[in-house]
Each structure stands twice: as structure tokens, then as C-alpha cells.
């Protein structure tokens, strides 16, 4: 089927033990347990699975059952099935600096398989705060808890703050788990949109054969937030959005766009060539992070009702953290040579918006496609159902570079991000997964940013909440004669 995720599996039951270290709080319970019900739904979770949340505080099984159906009231309605759902559900009071607190664990994820009968496969998932990671992965290791069934580490983000740490969390892992057997998450990776990228450049071959600096103007990836950072603020001193966003999701998503054509569609042909962007990022000088990079922070609204970022909770007050960046990021390699790809993401923009812009030069016309083609790719908020040529819908463009002839449901059927990672996980696909060598190669190019800012004082606030961004930003692009595509 044209550009279909592959339906590998998606309705297959699986077997295993999920053990969800933090599994009392945010993450669990907004992104996990709703994805894992869905599952339930669809059978891909059925009879064979057990789910032991661990965190410090001291609740039964039957308060966490609770707080797991409670988490599905935006799901569904089906009292029933969310209670049996819940009956899969364990609580094991644990704190993950304990020892002994693992060897519990271990004695009831074992009565659990054999009440279940999950082939003892376990998949470890950390929903913890990251300076545990190492803590966990190593405990696992000590006190014996893997098995001879599979056994999977889930990692969310982020994963190290720099290059060096990065490298000392992975050297905590990996002895415990092979790279084959870690799972970094970044959800991106899970979007829709993100995933029928390959299928769609493969399929369509004309737009492929015009990704190619011969055609390609400029790239323009955005990821734009409304939302100011609400109550993680904490967080975000630590981070800001080069570490956030520009680090991973964005570099993730200029992998998909500028990969060459893999092998096959499958995870060691395609993460071969998404390997080889990340080798091929430009490095940069610090002359050049000047010149192509833009920090801002976010003040107040035009209403004085929005805080600035400097006066929201647990953020010092004069906090030189960045809320928005946008840069220009250049590749070595051939088919990318001279192309700039602009990448910009903020907090408190005026609208939620991601997506990848692709604009073609109007030496395009060679292929067909009308000069000047700009294509749209719309990841986020319409959860993936929209390619736009020149800012109408694909199939009233009348352009027919991309189609989908096939099936005119191509839309229909899309998972939410972490229920179809979830499939990947139980299906041990690292497909949409980020491995440690694409990571090392990113950490790198943003470690120089990073480096370069921390020697010089912002100018912030330097662009008030509900606007684009600095004008910095704007000027980026006016230099190399090109615009935003996306103006909010
Ligand atoms: N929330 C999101 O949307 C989101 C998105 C992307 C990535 N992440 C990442 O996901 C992870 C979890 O984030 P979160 O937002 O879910 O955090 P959270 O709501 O603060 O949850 C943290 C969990 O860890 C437990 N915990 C804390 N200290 C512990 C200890 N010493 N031993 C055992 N358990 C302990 C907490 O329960 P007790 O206090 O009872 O121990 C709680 O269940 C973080 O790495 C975060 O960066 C979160």
C-alpha cells in the first residue's frame, strides 16, 4: 500500500513485563497509559502483559489502578475495558537509589510473567527524572533483573546535557544494555508526518529527484510552541531550546528530509544514511555561530498578561536561558551543497505549529514542477494529515509531483506518537529510535553553540510572548535573500 506505515505486526498480540520506573507521575500517566490502552483496544496488548509502576511513594495496587483509569478519561468511555486494562497494572513501591528496592522488583516481575505468561521479555522504561538513568540501568545489571527472555531500555529525553555527558551516561548503560537493546525516544520520530516522509520521498519520484541542491532553495524547519513553559521551569534552566528541541527533534527531522534514498525501508538501510547527514553537518566556527544563529527569551505579552519567561516559577531572575533559537544549518556532502536548512523553534510563539518547509528554485521547472514550489509538510497540530503545495491542499494544487493514488485513505488510521514507538518497542524495531552514533554527531555540532553563547551576555527579553520570535531571526534569512515561509 502507497506510503502506508507498514502494518507490520499492528494487531499481533505481544508478550511482556513492562517495568515503569516514575510510574506515578507526568509522563506515565498524560503519555504511557493512554498509549498502552489504545493497544489494549486495537489487541496488541491483550492477555499477556503486566505493567509494575515503581516510584518512591507508598500506594497500593489498587490506588494506582485507579490513577491509571483516571488518566484514560480523555481516551475512552468503555468502563469495563479500562477496568480490566487496569487489572495488567502493579505497584511496587521503589526507590531507585535502593538496592534492595530492586530485588523486590525482580521477585515480583517474575511472579508476574509467570502469572501472565510474557516469555519473560521485559522492557525497562525511564520515566524518571534523567539523573537516574545510570542508577537504574546499573541496578538492573547488579541485581540480576534481566532474563533470557528480550530486555529493553526505554530512554526519554534528554540524554546528557553536552557531548562529554552523553558519553558518560551512554558508558552507564551499555554495561547493561547492548545499543540493540536501548530504545531513545524521541517522539518526533513517532509523528506521523515524520514517518511517511521516507515512504513518501520513495514513492513519489520526482519530488526525490528534486531534493537536491540543484532544486532546493532552502529548507525551513519549524517547531513552534504557544505555550510559555508553564510549571517546568525548573527544567528549563538547565536546558533552554538548543538542548531541547535543536538537539534532538530537529536534528532528527533534518535527517528524514535530507537522507538519501535507503536500501531498503528498513531500520539498519535507513539509519545508514540518516548517519551519513549527521557526519556531513557543516562544523561550525565560532565566528560563524555568530552569524548564523539567533537566540531570544521571551517578555511579557503586549497585555502585560503573560509573565516573561525571567519572572516564571523556579527561573532566575536573570536567567540568560534561550526560549526561542533560530539558526542556519549547512551540510558538506554533495546533494546538499550550498543549501541552507533554516531550523527555528520557541516557546511562546504565537501558535503551535510543526512543519517542514521545502522551497524549490525555479530551475525546478526542469522537472516538472512549477518554479518556485514551495512544499509544506504540516507535522503538528493536524497530527499529520496535510501536505500543502504553495499553501493549498496537495490534491487541489494541481501539481502532481505528490500523489497518492493508491489509497485515498492514506490518512486515515494514524497512531498517536507513543503508541506507535510503543509497536516498535515490542516489535524490537529501532526504526524510529535515535542510535548513539547520530547522537554523538549532534551533540557535537550543538556543543559549539552551546560553548560560544555561554562566553557572551544576551540582550534578553528580546521578543515579547505571542510574537515570531526576534527579528534576528528575519534579518537571518533577508541576508541570503529568502523569507520565513511560515509567519504565524
Ligand atoms: N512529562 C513530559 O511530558 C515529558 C516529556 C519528555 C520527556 N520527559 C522525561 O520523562 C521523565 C519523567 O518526566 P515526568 O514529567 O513524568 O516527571 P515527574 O512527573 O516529576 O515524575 C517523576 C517520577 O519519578 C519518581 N521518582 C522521583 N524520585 C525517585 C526516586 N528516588 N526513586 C524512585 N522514583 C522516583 C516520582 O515519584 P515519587 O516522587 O513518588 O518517587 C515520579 O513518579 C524525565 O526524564 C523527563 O525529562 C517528560
Known amino acids: 500500500m502507497l506510503g502506508k506505515r507498514s502494518n507490520k505486526n499492528m494487531t499481533t498480540e505481544k508478550s511482556a513485563v513492562f517495568i515503569i520506573f516514575g510510574g506515578s507521575g507526568d509522563?506515565?500517566?498524560?503519555?504511557?497509559?493512554?498509549?498502552?490502552?489504545?493497544?489494549?483496544?486495537?489487541?496488541?496488548?491483550?492477555?499477556?502483559?503486566?505493567?509494575?509502576?515503581?516510584?518512591?511513594?507508598?500506594?497500593?495496587?489498587?490506588?494506582?489502578?485507579?490513577?491509571?483509569?483516571?488518566?484514560?478519561?480523555?481516551?475512552?468511555?468503555?468502563?469495563?475495558?479500562?477496568?480490566?486494562?487496569?487489572?495488567?497494572?502493579?505497584?511496587?513501591?521503589?526507590?531507585?537509589?535502593?538496592?534492595?528496592?530492586?530485588?523486590?522488583?525482580?521477585?515480583?516481575?517474575?511472579?508476574?510473567?509467570?502469572?501472565?505468561?510474557?516469555?519473560?521479555?521485559?522492557?525497562?522504561?525511564?520515566?524518571?527524572?534523567?539523573?537516574?538513568?545510570?542508577?537504574?540501568?546499573?541496578?538492573?545489571?547488579?541485581?540480576?533483573?534481566?532474563?533470557?527472555?528480550?530486555?529493553?531500555?526505554?530512554?526519554?529525553?534528554?540524554?546528557?546535557?553536552?557531548?562529554?555527558?552523553?558519553?558518560?551516561?551512554?558508558?552507564?548503560?551499555?554495561?547493561?544494555?547492548?545499543?540493540?537493546?536501548?530504545?531513545?525516544?524521541?517522539?518526533?520520530?513517532?509523528?506521523?508526518?515524520?514517518?511517511?516522509?521516507?515512504?513518501?520521498?520513495?514513492?513519489?519520484?520526482?519530488?526525490?529527484?528534486a531534493l537536491d541542491h540543484k532544486y532546493v532553495s532552502n529548507m525551513q524547519i519549524t517547531l513552534s510552541e504557544s505555550l510559555g513553559v508553564e510549571d517546568r521551569g525548573g527544567y528549563y534552566e538547565t536546558a533552554g531550546v538548543l538542548r531541547d528541541m535543536i538537539q534532538n527533534h530537529i536534528m532528527q527531522i533534518i535527517g528524514a528530509v535530507a537522507m538519501d534514498e535507503p536500501a531498503k525501508l528498513d531500520s539498519d538501510s535507513i539509519h545508514e544514511v540518516k548517519r551519513a547527514v549527521f557526519a556531513n553537518l557543516k562544523d561550525l566556527t565560532p565566528e560563524e555561530v555568530d552569524q548564523n544563529f539567533v537566540r531570544g527569551q521571551y517578555g511579557e505579552d503586549a497585555t502585560g498578561k503573560l509573565k516573561a519567561y525571567r519572572e516564571e516559577d523556579n527561573v532566575d531572575a536573570n536567567s540568560n536561558i534561550e526560549t526561542f533559537v533560530a539558526g542556519k544549518v549547512t551540510m558538506s556532502n554533495e546533494r546538499w551543497d550550498g543549501v541552507p536548512f533554516y531550523v527555528r523553534s520557541g516557546k511562546r510563539m504565537p501558535a503551535k505549529s510543526s512543519r517542514i518547509d521545502v522551497v524549490f528554485n525555479d530551475k525546478v521547472e526542469e522537472l516538472g514542477i512549477k518554479p518556485n514550489t514551495t512544499v509544506t509538510?504540516?507535522?503538528?497540530?493536524?497530527?499529520?494529515?496535510s501536505i500543502l503545495v504553495n499553501g493549498i491542499d496537495y490534491q487541489s494544487a494541481?501539481?502532481?509531483?505528490?500523489?497518492?493514488?493508491?489509497?485515498?485513505?492514506?490518512?486515515?488510521?494514524?497512531?498517536?506518537?507513543?503508541?506507535?514507538?510503543?509497536?516498535?518497542?515490542l516489535d524490537g524495531d529501532q526504526i524510529h529510535f535515535t542510535l548513539w552514533d547520530e547522537l554523538q554527531n549532534t551533540w557535537k555540532y550543538v556543543d559549539v553553540i552551546r560553548q560560544q553563547w555561554d562566553n557572551e551576555t544576551p540582550d534578553f527579553p528580546n521578543y515579547m510572548s505571542k510574537t515570531i520570535g526576534p527579528d534576528a531571526a528575519s534579518e537571518l534569512l533577508e541576508k541570503d535573500g529568502n523569507t520565513w515561509v511560515w509567519d504565524a
Not at 509538510?377 to 497530527?383: C, G, W
Not at 485515498?408 to 514507538?421: G, I, K, P, T, W
Request: one cysteine or more; hydrophobic letters at 35%; proline letters at 3%.
Open 398 to 425: 494541481n501539481q502532481d509531483f505528490i500523489k497518492f493514488p493508491e489509497d485515498s485513505h492514506y490518512f486515515d488510521n494514524e497512531r498517536e506518537a507513543y503508541e506507535s514507538l510503543m509497536i516498535d518497542i
Open 27 to 209: 509522563l506515565a500517566h498524560r503519555k504511557l497509559y493512554p498509549a498502552m490502552y489504545n493497544l489494549y483496544k486495537s489487541g496488541v496488548l491483550k492477555d499477556h502483559f503486566a505493567v509494575i509502576g515503581t516510584a518512591r511513594r507508598p500506594w497500593s495496587d489498587d490506588y494506582y489502578r485507579s490513577t491509571v483509569v483516571d488518566s484514560l478519561e480523555d481516551v475512552d468511555d468503555d468502563e469495563k475495558a479500562m477496568t480490566e486494562f487496569s487489572k495488567h497494572f502493579f505497584y511496587q513501591s521503589h526507590d531507585v537509589t535502593d538496592s534492595d528496592h530492586y530485588i523486590a522488583l525482580k521477585n515480583l516481575a517474575a511472579k508476574l510473567d509467570d502469572q501472565f505468561d510474557t516469555g519473560h521479555n521485559r522492557i525497562y522504561y525511564m520515566a524518571i527524572a534523567p539523573r537516574f538513568f545510570g542508577t537504574v540501568a546499573e541496578h538492573i545489571n547488579s541485581e540480576g533483573l534481566k532474563t533470557d527472555g528480550y530486555n529493553r531500555l526505554v530512554i526519554e529525553k534528554p540524554f546528557g546535557r553536552s557531548f562529554d555527558s552523553a558519553c558518560d551516561l551512554n558508558s552507564s548503560l551499555t554495561k547493561t544494555f547492548s545499543e540493540s537493546e536501548i530504545y531513545r525516544m524521541d517522539h518526533y520520530l513517532g509523528k506521523f508526518m515524520v514517518q511517511q516522509l521516507t515512504d513518501i520521498r520513495m514513492k513519489n519520484k520526482t519530488f526525490e529527484k
Open 377 to 385: 509538510f504540516l507535522i503538528e497540530p493536524e497530527n499529520g494529515s
